[in-house]
Structure formats: structure tokens, C-alpha cells
């Protein structure tokens, strides 16, 4: 009978390496591994960005920079938080962030810079609506125009708000 193996004999042969049991499960490990990172990154994702508490100017000097009708006495938290939302609803965390630079400066850096200056909310309200180019390199700060001059205003005083990247600079 040729070509017929006998009745004890293994058809896959005998000469296969067997795997060893304990790379079945690093195998599975690594696998978990991966799924707790892909949901980690999910969770940050979904959870929104980490803003640092809103500090820097004092409460009276940023009301007035955002409203010029408010007085010295207003409370000024509302609306930075108003600001802080709108910045965080709108695409400006695309190109932005609080302390590191992407497509464009961060909002320290920017609030380093123009912070200063007297019409300085004024100037990155009207910068937030109508964008420009060149004030930071190549990059293009695109067009708002679906924000009103008080939204761009909320907006700019919670950025001029924000501590100096640098200890010691207020």
C-alpha cells in the first residue's frame, strides 16, 4: 500500500517546530498593551485640553481691555470664562497651544507680546476676526467672521490673562 502512512503515524510530520507556550502570551500582553493606549489617547482626546487657571492681570485691568464701558469694580471671572469657552469651541486650538508652538504662536507667546500694548485687546479681537499673515513667520491666521466684535473681545481678554511663559515676567 504506497502512499498510505500507518495507523500511528502523524500526517503533519513530526519535524514541526513547536511554538514556545509563553509567546502565546506575550503575544496577548502586547496586544492589551496596545488597547490600553488606544483608549488613553481616546480618553485625552475626548476629555478636551488641559487649560491652566486663568491668572496674569489683575480682574479690573482685563474687564477693561474686554469691555471699555465696564468699571474698575466688575468681576471679571465670567467673562473670561466665556472667553476661554469660546476659544476652546472655536478652530483655534488647531493651530494654537497654551504654552507650545504649532501652526501658529502660543497663546503665552502671543499674550507675552502684545500685552503691553494699550489697544491690545482691541488689536487681537480685530486680528481674530479678520486673520492676517506675516506677524509670526509664513503662517496665515485665517478669517472669523462669524464671531461679533464682543465674542473676539471675550476671546482676546482671556489670552492677554494668561501667565508669563517665564517666571518672574508678569
Known amino acids: 500500500m504506497a502512499g498510505q502512512l500507518p495507523p500511528d503515524a502523524d500526517d503533519e510530520g513530526d519535524d514541526a517546530p513547536h511554538r514556545p507556550r509563553w509567546l502565546g502570551w506575550a503575544l496577548v500582553v502586547f496586544m492589551l498593551l496596545v488597547a490600553l493606549g488606544v483608549f488613553n489617547i481616546g480618553w485625552r482626546i475626548m476629555r478636551g485640553p488641559a487649560v491652566a487657571p486663568v491668572a496674569g492681570l489683575p480682574a479690573a485691568a482685563v474687564a477693561a481691555a474686554a469691555d471699555p464701558n465696564a468699571g474698575a469694580g466688575t468681576d471679571a471671572g465670567p467673562r473670561l470664562l466665556a472667553g476661554k469657552a469660546l476659544v476652546e469651541g472655536n478652530d483655534c486650538l488647531r493651530c494654537h497651544?497654551?504654552?507650545?508652538?504649532?501652526?501658529?504662536?502660543?497663546?503665552?507667546?502671543?499674550?507675552?507680546?502684545?500685552?503691553?500694548?494699550?489697544?491690545?485687546?482691541?488689536?487681537?479681537?480685530?486680528?481674530?476676526?479678520e486673520g492676517g499673515a506675516g506677524e509670526w513667520g509664513r503662517a496665515i491666521?485665517?478669517?472669523?467672521?462669524?464671531?461679533?466684535?464682543?465674542?473676539?473681545?471675550?476671546?482676546?481678554?482671556?489670552?492677554?490673562?494668561?501667565?508669563?511663559?517665564?517666571?518672574?515676567?508678569?
Open 141 to 170: 491666521m485665517p478669517r472669523h467672521p462669524h464671531l461679533d466684535t464682543a465674542q473676539s473681545l471675550q476671546m482676546a481678554a482671556w489670552l492677554l490673562s494668561l501667565p508669563s511663559a517665564e517666571p518672574g515676567k508678569s
Open 97 to 129: 497651544g497654551l504654552v507650545r508652538h504649532y501652526v501658529g504662536p502660543s497663546f503665552q507667546q502671543i499674550a507675552e507680546r502684545y500685552r503691553a500694548r494699550e489697544d491690545a485687546a482691541d488689536y487681537l479681537a480685530r486680528k481674530i476676526r
